[in-house]
């Protein structure tokens, strides 16, 4: 029997299992949804089964930096209690250390690579083995790498792990004062969540995008409408220049200016002249995830009477 996409996508929805091994039980048990449940279920995804459908908002970031080479990842987790554990901690920096010797493009590759820490699993495996040892459904959910052979690269992480941040940087002398430059910059991109490192990359559809908005909402208001064209193409044009120094890394003010005035790219230049950013990753933990709030003693009163 042909396995299809919507197959996979229903036995996905089912258990809670991954998309490969969905596609697996159809494959070995000839499409039988009823069987496939089973063979997930002998197979060790039972343990996670009843978790899977739990949203996972909560959870830490971490960071790797080895060499010339760096691994920023985010592994969800239900509730802050379990990610102050200090079991899923280091299931978190297992799952860093595989992320840096990785050359997975996405979480669905790593999952299906071996284990390290344990080459008769794979990650996805010692994922479900986690899941059922601490109890709560846990997700990992995304990750990034950076390779920087004559740069330098440095991290950091705020909150015991709300927010990491990694900054890749080419310079000619890799100081200590270059490091901690680097190093206050990869903190004021947590405290500020730039978008882009400079205007550069900001597309010109974004652009227009927002100068569309900021139109509609002048052409909204019965007062500014009313001003001549020229006006009001320069209020757009000034509203969405103050957006891009927000939005833009080297055109923020950087925190520390003791005038309130100097740039982040002014603040480097004065560092090392050098000195270029040339990227950054920002995670914060359960960005764009729904989290469900729940009353602890209803929790308490399910689990009970379950």
Request: hydrophobic fraction near 40%; aromatic fraction near 4%; glycine fraction near 6%.
């Amino acid at each position: 029997m042909a396995i299809t996409a919507a197959m996979v996508k229903e036995l996905r929805e089912m258990t809670g299992a991954g998309m490969m091994d969905c596609k697996k039980a159809l494959n070995e048990t000839n499409g039988d949804m009823d069987a496939a449940i089973e063979y997930l279920r002998k197979n060790g995804q039972a343990k996670a089964e009843k978790k899977a459908g739990r949203i996972a908002a909560e959870g830490i970031v971490t960071t790797l930096v080895k060499d010339n080479q760096a691994a920023i990842v985010e592994v969800n987790s239900e509730t802050d209690f379990v990610a102050k554990n200090e079991d899923f901690q280091t299931f978190v920096a297992k799952v860093a250390t595989q992320v840096l010797a990785s050359d997975a493009a996405d979480v669905e590759e790593l999952l299906a690579e071996q284990w390290m820490d344990d080459t008769s699993k794979t990650v996805k495996e010692a994922l479900t083995d986690k899941i059922a040892v601490i109890g709560e459904n846990l997700s990992i959910r995304r990750f990034e790498k950076i390779v920087e052979k004559d740069g330098c690269i440095v991290s950091y992480i705020h909150g015991g792990g709300r927010i990491g941040v990694l900054v890749d940087a080419e310079v000619e002398n890799r100081s200590d004062e270059v490091k901690e430059a680097l190093n206050n910059i990869a903190m004021q991109i947590a405290a500020l969540h730039a978008k882009y490192v400079s205007r550069a990359e900001v597309s010109q559809e974004y652009i227009e995008h927002e100068k569309e908005i900021l139109r509609a909402q002048i052409m909204n208001d019965p007062k500014e409408s009313q001003k001549p064209e020229k006006v009001i193409d320069g209020m757009i044009e000034g509203r969405v220049g103050k957006e891009l120094k927000e939005i833009c890394l080297l055109d923020q003010v950087y925190v520390k200016a003791e005038d309130g005035k100097q740039t982040v790219a002014q603040y480097l230049a004065s560092v090392d002249k050098s000195l270029v950013i040339k990227k950054f990753v920002r995670f914060e933990t359960g960005e764009g995830l729904e989290k469900k709030e729940e009353n602890f003693a209803e929790e308490v009163a399910k689990q009970m009477n379950a």
